[in-house]
């Protein structure tokens, strides 16, 4: 009997031992709470790996680390991301894009118009609120926030799909400057796609955590955010582990689009030195607009480019031949440099102080009790801009993490923070400052 106990007593013992060894070779869990980046333009998940402890940002089956933030409707299917892009030039009238600067907010009836004369869909006006109107076999009404929540699902589907698990908790981001009504919808977008929001957290303060400033010991940190059409420049503080915004400026109209335009303007001007005429069809002028835009994003990596482009023009003489003979092919080559890029858009970069400058004026601050400098969005990867903040300060700003995914990378740390993997004396809060308003320069 009493054999037979102790051998009962020996197999409980090899089970616990079992056990306790198991759980120190066990893989890490499993992330529950995903980080989310529902940015104007792309989208972005993350998750905080307890067993790296690294942010993984999740890419598609492709490879892609981001989506674009735009919804497409065809009879028989809704689309999002890159599928929603695809049908942009086929199905216009139906594909939503930009769709935050519309979410929870309320409009002055004219102010809905000059927004919406700008969009190839059609915005409506239901009380204040923006609605998209959808004509594909039948006609209907969709929110800000549902298209949002298209593009959430297609997230937790992309995250649920890489962890194989499932999903129903996250943290997002939104601007600093949305206000209560605008992170209330944002969170109603996370709901209809099936996520329970844990925190809001403001996109300025989810960069300053990309860089571990959470855990670090600063006290100002200023956060440089400059995207394809906006600036915005914010000064948090930081108490504790608690980040607090206390200023924000910016420039709705200021951005990469513009670079693009300034370079755009000088090959069609040159065009029109070389070849007599300016390019006019339709396929030529998209076809010069992507050469430009490659040509950008190179000059950030090299000091010159070389700029290829097959034109199809209507040149002068051509012009009087008659009608139906073929516009002449020619082929626009120029070599772009660095510097030529930097003279075009000098006075356009110097405008990026103008915010700086202030919320430096409204939060009482010299330059020099600045402590860390983060800039974020793809063009802060300009290097005049990079220089010019440099100079500003007299010191470098922190631009190690890729600026396109700072904001996911910092709301996944949030979230890895909220889903308890992550050693407990880091735990950023954020103080809402419900009194604050942006200074904008446009
Ligand atoms: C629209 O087309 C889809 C697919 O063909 C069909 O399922 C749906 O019932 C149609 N709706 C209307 C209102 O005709
Ligand atoms: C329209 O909005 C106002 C406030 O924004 C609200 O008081 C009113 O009830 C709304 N009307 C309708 C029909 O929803
Ligand atoms: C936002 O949501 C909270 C909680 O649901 C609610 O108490 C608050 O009144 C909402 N605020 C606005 C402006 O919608
Ligand atoms: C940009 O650089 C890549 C390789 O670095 C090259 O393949 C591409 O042709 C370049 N584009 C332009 C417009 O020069
Ligand atoms: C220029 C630079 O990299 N500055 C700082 C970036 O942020 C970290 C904190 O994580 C600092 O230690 C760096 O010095």
Not at 5 to 13: D, E, F, H, K
Not at 210 to 216: F, R
């Amino acid at each position: 009997m009493s054999g037979e106990i102790s051998m009962i007593g020996s197999v409980i013992l090899a089970l616990f031992l079992a056990g306790y060894l198991g759980q120190q070779y066990l893989p890490p869990p499993k992330p529950k709470v995903i980080g989310l980046d529902l940015g104007t333009t792309f989208c972005s998940v993350g998750v905080f790996q307890a067993g790296t402890g690294e942010v993984e940002v999740i890419a598609d089956k492709v490879g892609r680390k981001s989506i674009p933030s735009a919804v497409s409707f065809t009879p028989t299917a809704v689309l999002a991301g890159h599928e929603a892009v695809d049908l942009a030039d086929s199905n216009p009238q139906n594909t939503i894009y930009d769709a935050k600067r519309f979410i929870g907010k309320i409009f002055e009836p004219e102010d809905l118009v000059q927004e919406s004369a700008r969009y190839p869909f059609k915005v409506i006006n239901n009380n204040g609120s923006a609605e998209f109107s959808i004509s594909t076999n039948h006609t209907f009404t969709v929110s800000p926030e549902f298209i949002g929540s298209r593009l959430l699902l297609k997230l937790r589907k992309m995250a649920e799909q890489h962890l194989g698990v499932p999903i129903q908790k996250a943290v997002i981001s939104v601007p600093a400057e949305f206000d209560e009504r605008q992170r209330n919808y944002t969170v109603r977008a996370a709901n209809i796609a099936g996520l329970e929001i844990l925190r809001v957290i403001n996109e300025p303060t989810a960069a300053a955590m990309a860089y571990g400033l959470h855990k670090v010991d600063v006290f100002n940190v200023l956060v440089v955010d400059l995207g394809g059409g906006t600036l915005d420049v914010s000064l948090l503080n930081k108490q504790g582990g608690m980040f607090l915004t206390r200023a924000m400026a910016g420039n709705n109209k200021l951005g990469g689009q513009d670079f693009s335009q300034r370079l755009f303007q000088y090959t069609t001007e040159r065009i029109r030195q070389e070849f007599g005429v300016s390019p006019t069809l339709k396929e030529d002028i998209h076809r010069l607009r992507q050469a430009v835009e490659a040509a950008k994003l190179n000059l950030t990596l090299q000091p010159s480019v070389i700029i290829k482009v097959p034109l199809h023009l209507n040149t002068n003489e051509r012009s009087k031949t008659p009608e139906g003979a073929a516009p002449a092919s020619v082929l626009f080559q120029a070599k772009i440099t660095r510097e030529l890029f930097e003279e075009l858009n000098e006075d356009l970069f110097k405008k990026i102080l103008a915010p700086v400058e202030t919320v430096l004026a409204e939060g009482h601050l010299q330059k020099e009790d600045v402590d860390e400098i983060v800039l974020v969005g793809g063009s802060t990867r300009i290097p005049r801009i990079r220089r010019l903040i440099t100079e500003y300060f007299g010191k470098e700003p922190n631009t190690s993490v890729d600026p396109d995914l700072a904001v996911v990378t910092g709301v996944a740390i949030q979230a890895g923070i909220m889903g308890g993997s992550w050693p407990l004396q880091v735990s950023a809060i954020e103080i809402p400052n419900r009194h604050l308003r942006k200074t904008n320069f446009s």
